[in-house]
């Protein structure tokens, strides 16, 4: 990245010190979106006008001494993210034309700190995919080889990023769409623990298991922007504040930290130089003084198809609303009859939606609900118990973050399967509730590796501390 666009902490410290103004930024920002954005598709929307008022605003906020925290940082915004005033439309044509009435609490926070948003990021509709070739307005690029897919959900973030078209990023992760596609465009990506950023202004997926977070150039980028949008919220009743104990020894090393490693995810299937990366990443954890541990969650291999139970369900039912009388209204305005208006309508879902709508449906039905949905409920509570029984004896739990690399744009596209596997290591963390991160971790084939890393419930802090140090023993 060039140094007019360096990390968080260090433009600040330029803005306070008057060797840089939010609107040299701007503008640089502004040309690298013109020149780079037509190609990559990281954003779908870009606001320009908005982003040079806002800069000058910043300007004067320095010039006067009444900068905010985050005075001109520039963020971009998964496109399932209210923003008031904005078009908002988990790039769908479902929500073609819809304009967001409120803005989220987690882009709010941002906002009420001075960050500056740039636009909305490129996704798969509805956050339903590993690619963001689901987008309905085109697949985004990975920025480190245009020909290759930058993962997804939040894929249009994780390009945004990686490019040096934002400062940082907000995705959202239901089952790895902000640690996978960071791990596949070589960037940062955390995934708090479930309900420590409120919901609130997030189209939802599967409320369950849906979180919002950061996609950044590094952990200590990611720390600033979870610390900003994180907390309880009168408009969420799953969000709370964190009560974390564990910390580090304050020495830079990891001595005293147990770092589990899961046999049941080194396993054939897994691409050999993937797993060199990721073996590498955990001999660099012990030389910094992390205890490896081999431990076994027995369980861990059902995540995958439990999720293709209960994520549809609930997807099934928070996709209900969507039924061209509110949103699209203007179908159902038109349409001859009820019936054309309920197939008018419901056709402005792309296939993923349609196809998880019919899942859900189905695995909610009277007389499959116990075959289906019940059973990956229990499925859920057996991969709940293998990580509370790890966390006995260990603090982290390492893993690849994705099986493979990035691979090429079109390859997975006819094998939803295919799609499916790649989000094998990212799932259970969602199933289960815990905060996790990916970080890069050398390059297999010239394409990035990620390393994850997990932590207890509500250990966030102590997670983003044992990325720290791993980041910068680099
Ligand atoms: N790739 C996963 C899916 O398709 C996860 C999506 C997400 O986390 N939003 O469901």
Redesign the pocket.
């Known amino acids: 990245m060039a140094d007019i666009f360096p990390d968080i902490q260090t433009t600040l410290a330029a803005y306070r010190a008057k060797t840089l103004k939010p609107s040299t930024v701007a503008a640089d920002l502004l040309a690298r979106l013109e020149a780079e954005n037509p190609q990559l598709n990281a954003y779908l929307r870009t606001y320009a006008p908005e982003i040079a008022a806002a800069a000058a605003k910043a300007d004067a906020a320095y010039a006067s001494g009444t900068a905010r925290p985050l005075e001109g940082i520039f963020v971009g915004v998964k496109d399932n993210l209210l923003v008031a005033g904005t078009r908002t439309g988990s790039a769908s044509k479902m929500l073609e034309g819809y304009v967001a009435p409120y803005t989220g609490t987690a882009v709010g926070k941002l906002l009420d700190a001075g960050a500056i948003m740039i636009g909305k990021t490129n996704m798969?509709e509805f956050?339903?995919?590993?690619s963001t070739e689901n987008s309905a307005y085109g697949p985004t690029k990975n920025p480190k080889d245009p020909s290759c897919v930058p993962g997804?959900?939040?894929g249009g973030s994780a390009a945004a990023v990686a490019a040096g078209l934002c400062h940082v990023a907000l995705g959202?992760?239901?089952?790895?769409?902000?640690r996978?596609p960071a791990s596949l465009c070589g960037c940062v990506g955390f995934k708090p623990t479930y309900g420590s950023v409120s919901r609130y202004g997030l189209m939802s997926?599967?409320s369950s298991?849906?979180v919002i977070g950061p996609l950044a150039n590094s952990v200590a980028d990611a720390r600033v922007v979870y610390d900003t949008i994180r907390g309880a919220d009168e408009h969420d009743a799953t969000s709370h504040y964190i009560k974390g104990a564990k910390k580090l020894a304050g020495d830079g090393s990891l001595k005293g930290v147990r770092v589990g490693v899961p046999r049941e995810y080194f396993l054939p299937g897994l691409d050999a130089d993937v797993e060199g990366c990721v073996q590498k990443g955990i001999a660099k954890l012990k030389a910094l003084g992390a205890e490896i541990v081999d431990i076994s969650l027995p369980n861990a291999e059902h995540g995958l198809a439990a999720?293709?139970v209960l994520?549809p369900a609930e997807v099934s039912t928070n996709l209900s609303r969507f039924d061209g009388v509110r949103y699209p209204a203007s179908q159902m305005a038109g349409a001859a009859s009820l019936i054309d208006g309920y197939v008018k309508s419901r056709a402005a879902f792309g296939p993923?939606p349609q196809r998880?709508i019919l899942v859900g449906t189905y695995v909610l039905s009277a007389g499959y609900y116990d075959a289906y949905y019940r059973q990956a409920q229990k499925v859920r509570g057996l991969i709940v118990k293998d990580f509370n029984d790890a966390w006995q004896k260990v603090d982290i739990i390492v893993s690849p973050t994705s099986p493979t690399v990035a691979w090429p744009l079109g390859e997975k596209v006819d094998d939803p399967l295919a799609?499916?596997l790649?989000?094998i290591f990212?799932?259970n963390a969602?199933l289960v509730g815990i905060p996790s991160i990916s970080l890069p971790c050398g390059e297999a084939d010239g394409m990035p590796v990620g390393i994850q890393l997990a932590a207890a419930r509500d250990e966030d802090l102590f997670l983003l501390d044992v990325a720290e140090a791993f980041e910068k023993a680099n």
């Open positions: 798969d956050a339903m995919g590993s997804g959900s939040s959202s992760d239901t089952g790895g769409s902000i996978q997926m599967a298991l849906d999720y293709y994520m993923e998880r799609m499916y790649s989000d990212t799932i969602n």
